[in-house]
Every structure is written in structure tokens, then in C-alpha cells.
């Protein structure tokens, strides 16, 4: 198992502090080794506040935006303009204010059908990224308080596979679709970052992290990547740690 890093910082803006510079360094050491960097984006507030850094300076100027690609780890089954959507959360906060090209910018399709599309954004992917399976230079994760992580749902399809790189998953307690990278993608990767902020956090924190006897195995904890895996956690959500 990879053994995590595991960061308890005082509140929600020193945990984005830390990922940004998290963020600069991959990006740098990614540019001198392949002369790009392949980003996997999260939705959730804790990630709205990192973007939101990112656009202003000095992330703006310093960041390799000529180099970068844009992914999504997941998105929900609404049009790119829901208030629900993910693309939106990103383009609103960050990537409408980056001088980053159109052409490096890869959301998820959700205008057909749901199997399709995440066929269709598995070939994006194997077509933009090198290796097999396509290895992305960092991915940033949130965690529920049900310990999903991207839409890798408790109780899911999406959980067991082993092969596709993207999943169409439908969440029952949500009653909607989802595409979701799924595990052979992200563990990958050559880091991974949870941001993981709020006291209702703290119990799966301490399920994925701290396991004990009978504890459910719940989908965050089997995010094991070939490379780097670091926690970003808040106080409240790191306070049973």
C-alpha cells in the first residue's frame, strides 16, 4: 500500500496555501521532465478556493499555462452551464482568467450517452496523455463524508473496474449519472492530492487514514498510486487523526 503523506493544517486557507505550492513544484518538475503538465481537476468548494489562487497572482504569471492540460476527474450528468457542473466551477473561477490555450482544455462529455461518453473521454485522454495507462502528472481529489472520491460512490460499478479508464457510474442515493475516472487512471498517477476540509470530514478521514478492525473499506482508500499521495487536511477535518 502507498503510504500517504498526511498534512493536518490549521484552517481551510493555510491547506490551500500548501497546495499551491504543491501545485507550482509538480508543474516544474513536470515541464523539465516531459515538457508538459497534465492536471486532473476536482469540483467542491475547498478545490473553488485553489483556482481561485491560481488566477490571481503570482500563480498566474508563474504557472507553465502554454504547457498545461486540463482534465476533470469527474462531472455530473448536467450541461456545462448548470450551476451543478464542474466545467462551469473551474471556467468560472479559474480558466476564464488564464492565458491557458482551448485547445489544452479536456471537460468531460455529458450531452449523450452516458456509456458513450465515457468511452469517448477515455479516448480524449489515452490520445492526449503518454503511457499505458495514461499517466497524469497530478490529480487533485475531494472526499465525502461517505468516503467517495471523485464519483467513486460507495456501493458503485464504477468501484470494480479494472480496465476502462472512465466510468459512467449512476449513484442511487443521488438518482443521477456521473462519469468518473476510475482506479487503473488515477493510482497512476504521478501525485495525487486530497483536499479535504470540514468537520463532517473527520470520520472517514480517520476510516481511510487511520483504519481500525471492521471498518468499511470506503472508495478513498483505494487510491494507492504508483507515484506520490498526499493529504491536505483542515483542522475539523483532520482533528481524529
Not at 495507462?133 to 475531494?142: E, I, S, T
Not at 487511520?210 to 494507492?224: F, M, S, T
Request: aromatic content about 6%.
Amino acid at each position: 500500500m502507498t503510504t500517504p503523506d498526511i498534512v493536518v493544517l490549521p484552517d481551510a486557507a493555510a491547506l490551500v496555501d500548501a497546495a499551491a505550492a504543491l501545485l507550482v513544484s509538480q508543474a516544474e518538475a513536470s515541464l523539465v521532465a516531459r515538457g508538459s503538465f497534465a492536471l486532473a481537476l476536482a469540483g467542491g468548494s475547498t478545490p473553488r478556493a485553489l483556482y481561485q489562487r491560481m488566477a490571481a497572482q503570482p500563480l498566474r504569471e508563474n504557472l507553465p499555462w502554454a504547457h498545461t492540460l486540463l482534465f476533470w476527474g469527474d462531472e455530473r450528468y448536467v450541461p456545462p452551464d448548470h450551476p451543478d457542473s464542474n466545467q462551469r466551477m473551474a471556467r468560472e473561477a479559474l480558466i476564464n482568467h488564464v492565458p491557458i490555450p482551448a485547445t489544452q482544455i479536456f471537460p468531460p462529455p455529458v450531452s449523450g450517452e452516458p456509456q458513450a461518453d465515457a468511452a469517448s473521454y477515455e479516448a480524449t485522454l489515452r490520445a492526449a496523455l503518454p503511457g499505458e495507462p495514461p499517466c497524469l502528472d497530478m490529480a487533485l481529489l475531494g472526499m465525502g463524508a461517505d468516503g467517495h472520491t471523485a464519483s467513486l460512490f460507495p456501493g458503485t460499478t464504477a468501484l470494480d473496474e479494472h480496465e476502462r479508464l472512465v466510468a459512467a457510474t449512476f449513484v442511487e442515493k443521488l438518482e443521477a449519472w456521473r462519469l468518473t475516472m476510475t482506479y487503473p487512471l488515477l493510482n497512476k498517477a504521478a501525485l495525487l492530492v486530497f483536499l479535504v476540509a470540514g468537520p463532517d470530514k473527520a470520520e472517514a478521514a480517520r476510516a481511510v487514514l487511520r483504519p481500525r478492525d471492521g471498518d468499511p473499506l470506503l472508495p478513498a482508500r483505494r487510491i494507492e498510486p504508483q507515484g506520490r499521495l498526499v493529504w491536505l487536511l483542515d483542522a475539523a477535518a483532520g482533528r481524529l487523526l
